[in-house]
């Protein structure tokens, strides 16, 4: 079935009131998520929602909490979740970024105490919007085997990037997980009975699988690029996880939650913000003119898939599982 974004969003933000959020804050959170949905990220969408009032029940997630910042040093901010929702605290982690790389030309923002943030695309998007460059990365609870095991050790350990673009024209972003696939991704395709490419899971016993069931009985995801995606993980998640104050997710004194770290880099520190916007423009339409290869048909730029779901989505609406649009509505009549 398909839902209008304008629909999923009242549905949401009738559900997260409920459950004694406020009404700003549920708007905010409910529209982070229906946006994953618009943009085609269905695993970091409204079906977050159950988990999310699981969190609030287990004392989580305070529904009430506000995030609130520290500047630590010049350049350094602290934000402290204070148990909010994660989509507040980065928010407020862009915000302070955006106020401090004015001064500075650059900045680095942690968060303490966080919970899911969502995409983190969507704060590094924001960034890009204020003529800064943005990064984000963040460790996660363990659920990828290292490059060689078969346990878990690492988390899905995210990392997002985003530059502006001609003016009026969303940005150039890069968001991906360190495993080959993100779990919530996992997630949808376990619930609809499909499976997966090779190399992507490993069941209980460690042996190659592509069944998404066996990751939820004991298995483990593996990070892509073989090794390369292994490294770059391991530095994510010793840098989200130990400044953050998190915790590496397999080690004693681990906290639990997303050790969110965003980096911003002010482009007029370093040049004119209008040329870096038409170079990049002029750069991405140059991939764009690449001749195709065979089994291909043509150069995307990163971005441009979610663009494309956006405004198909926005015509035709989002599409959702009934079994996941009755678990909405059960939801909001508790």
Known sequence: MRVAASELQQLAVSILTGAGVSTVDA??????????????????????????????????????????????????????????????????????????????????ATIRDCNHVGRLGEYVAELAEHDLIGIAFGNADPTVAPYGGAERRL????????????????????????????EGKLALARDRGEHVPEGLVLDRDGRATTDPGDFYTGGALLPFGGHKGYGLSVLIEIVGGLISGTGIGSMPGYRGGFGTVLAAFDIAAFGDPRQFREHTEQFRAELRRTRTAEGHTGVQVPGEPEERARRERERDGIPLAEAVWQELHALSRE
């Open 27 to 108: 708007q905010r959170v409910a529209a982070s998520l229906v946006r994953s949905n618009l943009l085609g990220h269905d695993s970091h969408g409204v079906r977050r929602l159950p988990a999310y009032l699981g969190q609030i029940r287990a004392g989580q997630i305070d529904p009430r909490a506000r995030p609130d910042a520290e500047q630590v040093r010049e350049g350094a901010v602290v934000v402290h979740g204070n148990k909010a929702f994660g989509q507040l605290a980065a928010h407020r982690a862009v915000r302070e970024l955006r106020r401090t790389t004015a001064k500075t030309g650059a900045g680095i």
């Open 155 to 182: 988390g899905t350990n995210p990392l997002a990037w985003a530059v502006p673009r001609a003016a009026g024209a969303p940005p150039i972003v890069l968001d991906w997980a360190t495993s080959g696939v993100a």
